[in-house]
């Protein structure tokens, strides 16, 4: 009667370890698997800002060739530039041709 009470305890303590390690075992890998989503999720994040900063950029880089594009600066300064070269003498060459600011 003594023995099969000590191995009925016995079995009960390693039924509980087994039962605690099991528990543990799930609460871990349920930990590693909210980490590792929370990890992906905050990547995501990460590039979908850097994607929006890098088309703000690319449309500040468009909105300032238009506007050079658009006031005629470029044609201005080709005209100016050719009217310099047109007053200069044939037979002498002074070089590049200076830049006018209009």
């Known amino acids: 009667?003594?023995?099969?009470?000590?191995?009925?305890?016995?079995?009960?303590?390693?039924?509980a370890v087994r039962m605690q390690s099991l528990y543990r075992g799930f609460r871990d890998r349920k930990q590693v698997r909210?980490?590792?989503e929370?990890?992906?999720e905050t990547q995501r994040e990460r590039i979908a800002?850097?994607?929006?900063a890098k088309a703000e950029e690319n449309a500040t880089k468009?909105?300032?060739?238009?506007?050079?594009n658009a006031g005629g600066i470029e044609?201005?300064?080709l005209?100016?530039?050719?009217?310099d070269l047109s007053r200069r003498s044939p037979g002498k060459s002074?070089?590049?041709?200076k830049a006018v600011l209009t």
């Open 38 to 40: 929370g990890a992906e």
């Open 1 to 15: 009667p003594r023995d099969i009470a000590e191995r009925h305890q016995q079995e009960e303590a390693l039924a």
């Open 94 to 97: 002074t070089g590049a041709p």
């Open 79 to 83: 005209n100016s530039t050719r009217k």
């Open 62 to 68: 468009l909105e300032i060739q238009n506007a050079f």
């Open 75 to 77: 044609k201005s300064y």
């Open 49 to 52: 800002l850097e994607q929006r």
């Open 34 to 36: 909210c980490t590792r």
